[in-house]
């Protein structure tokens, strides 16, 4: 990157409108497997205290200015402060200007520099710390980096580091404001819950001599189940079979702002096999006018049968629930069982949630003589 181009970086993040993120944290660092404990370190401490350790790396392929804008300008420009690991094993020759022999020294590479010099560019709080065996150019000594020798060094030295910063009045979390979601499933009735109650009717059919007389005493009751559902189904809507259990989700934000681009992704157990709602409903004709989506359903995944997955553009802070179209889920099982459903929200800006949600089955064993 030439300095021309850092100078407009450095330009459009002053005047990009971009919201301090109180518990943002931007590592700048190099991306050495030699120095990856130091940043997962670097990102538990600043976990413990409340912060959230940001650390980017660009592939080839995101390699420009725009993704350098998106991924690491902008993220400088909206966090709290910087931590800086000036480390990087790439080797310098020189020569000694006491002894004049040839030396070997390791220094930071050019991107931690150039994203060190927007940081202080933009008057950012910035943590320099640098292993003893390696020293800083000459321009950024006076910036007194801390230097360790080890890595339990470096743990202890960074922690007061960040706690001398909070005294100074950068607060962690407290004033983020951000989207706080909720996951409940609902029943055939609508009640929403975290653990579902179902009771699967299994019919065990058993042969005899007896079928006439089985048949003449159906009751009127029964004969009319079966003429409606013989007439739905001859119009392309079918009758859900009665060991399926309909389950749906109700998705809900108690947070302070609204949530936007959200997919949740839901995962049953492997011996679950989930059918989508018009399956089972069948189309259109003949649906009560509840039946109707207002939100979107739950759409199966076309090779994995025990998975779901449904979408909402935006979701705001203003109501209790949003309720998707359910999901028909078999359990194979002929005994009380508990499934746990593993459940994981996605969202655009804020990190994702997972939830497990339980389903105890109480199948209905239904007998009948043939």
Same mark, same amino acid.
């Given at each position: 990157?030439?300095?021309?181009?850092?100078?407009?970086?450095?330009?459009?993040?002053?005047?990009?409108?971009?919201?301090?993120? @109180?518990?943002?944290?931007?590592?700048?660092?190099?991306?050495?497997?030699?120095?990856?404990?130091?940043?997962?370190?670097?990102?538990?401490?600043?976990?413990?205290?409340?912060?959230?350790?940001?650390?980017?790396?660009?592939?080839?392929?995101?390699?420009? =200015?725009?993704?350098?804008?998106?991924?690491?300008?902008?993220?400088?420009?909206?966090?709290?402060?910087?931590?800086?690991?000036?480390?990087?094993?790439?080797?310098?020759?020189?020569?000694?200007?006491?002894?004049?022999?040839?030396?070997?020294?390791?220094?930071?590479?050019?991107?931690?520099?150039?994203?060190?010099?927007?940081?202080?560019?933009?008057?950012?709080?910035?943590?320099?710390?640098?292993?003893? @065996?390696?020293?800083?150019?000459?321009?950024?000594?006076?910036?007194?980096?801390?230097?360790?020798?080890?890595?339990?060094?470096?743990?202890?030295?960074?922690?007061?580091?960040?706690?001398?910063?909070?005294?100074?009045?950068?607060?962690?979390?407290?004033?983020?404001?951000?989207?706080?979601?909720?996951?409940?499933?609902?029943?055939?009735?609508?009640?929403?819950?975290?653990?579902?109650?179902?009771?699967?009717?299994?019919?065990?059919?058993?042969?005899?001599?007896?079928?006439?007389?089985?048949?003449?005493?159906?009751?009127?009751?029964?004969?009319?189940?079966?003429?409606?559902?013989?007439?739905?189904?001859?119009?392309?809507?079918?009758?859900? #079979?009665?060991?399926?259990?309909?389950?749906?989700? #109700?998705?809900?934000?108690?947070? *302070?702002?609204?949530?936007?681009?959200?997919?949740?992704?839901?995962?049953?157990?492997?011996?679950?096999?989930?059918? *989508?709602?018009? @399956?089972?409903?069948?189309?259109?004709?003949?649906?009560?006018?509840?039946?109707?989506?207002?939100?979107?359903?739950?759409?199966?995944?076309?090779?994995?049968?025990?998975?779901?997955?449904?979408?909402?553009?935006?979701?705001?802070?203003?109501?209790?629930?949003?309720?998707?179209?359910?999901?028909?889920?078999?359990?194979?099982?002929?005994?009380?069982?508990?499934?746990?459903?593993?459940?994981?929200?996605?969202?655009?800006?804020?990190?994702?949630?997972?939830?497990? =949600?339980?389903?105890?089955?109480?199948?209905?064993?239904?007998?009948?003589? *043939?």
């Amino acid at each position: 990157m030439s300095e021309v181009q850092l100078s407009c970086v450095i330009s459009e993040s002053r005047n990009c409108k971009v919201a301090a993120i @109180d518990d943002l944290v931007f590592i700048i660092g190099s991306g050495s497997p030699e120095f990856s404990k130091e940043i997962d370190k670097t990102k538990e401490i600043l976990r413990g205290l409340g912060f959230d350790g940001y650390f980017a790396l660009l592939s080839e392929k995101e390699k420009g =200015l725009d993704a350098f804008c998106d991924k690491i300008c902008s993220k400088i420009r909206s966090c709290a402060f910087c931590v800086v690991l000036l480390n990087d094993p790439i080797a310098h020759e020189c020569i000694d200007k006491e002894t004049k022999e040839s030396l070997t020294i390791h220094a930071p590479s050019a991107n931690v520099y150039y994203e060190f010099g927007i940081a202080v560019a933009l008057e950012k709080k910035v943590i320099p710390l640098i292993r003893k @065996d390696m020293k800083p150019p000459f321009d950024v000594q006076h910036l007194d980096a801390i230097p360790y020798a080890n890595l339990e060094e470096f743990q202890e030295k960074l922690r007061s580091s960040v706690k001398a910063t909070l005294v100074k009045g950068i607060k962690p979390k407290a004033t983020v404001k951000m989207p706080k979601l909720g996951l409940l499933l609902v029943d055939k009735d609508g009640k929403s819950t975290k653990t579902l109650v179902a009771q699967p009717v299994i019919t065990k059919i058993q042969k005899s001599e007896a079928q006439e007389t089985v048949a003449n005493a159906m009751s009127n009751v029964e004969r009319m189940a079966q003429l409606v559902s013989d007439i739905n189904n001859s119009f392309g809507r079918k009758t859900p #079979a009665k060991d399926l259990v309909p389950i749906g989700i #109700a998705i809900g934000n108690r947070g *302070e702002i609204p949530a936007n681009n959200i997919v949740v992704f839901l995962e049953f157990p492997e011996s679950c096999e989930l059918f *989508e709602e018009h @399956d089972v409903a069948g189309g259109w004709l003949f649906l009560p006018p509840n039946a109707a989506p207002t939100y979107g359903g739950l759409d199966v995944d076309d090779e994995k049968k025990n998975m779901a997955e449904a979408w909402l553009e935006r979701l705001g802070n203003d109501r209790a629930n949003k309720d998707f179209d359910k999901v028909y889920v078999k359990f194979n099982t002929e005994e009380e069982r508990e499934f746990e459903i593993k459940a994981l929200i996605v969202q655009d800006n804020y990190p994702e949630t997972r939830f497990v =949600l339980k389903v105890v089955v109480k199948p209905i064993i239904e007998e009948k003589t *043939e």
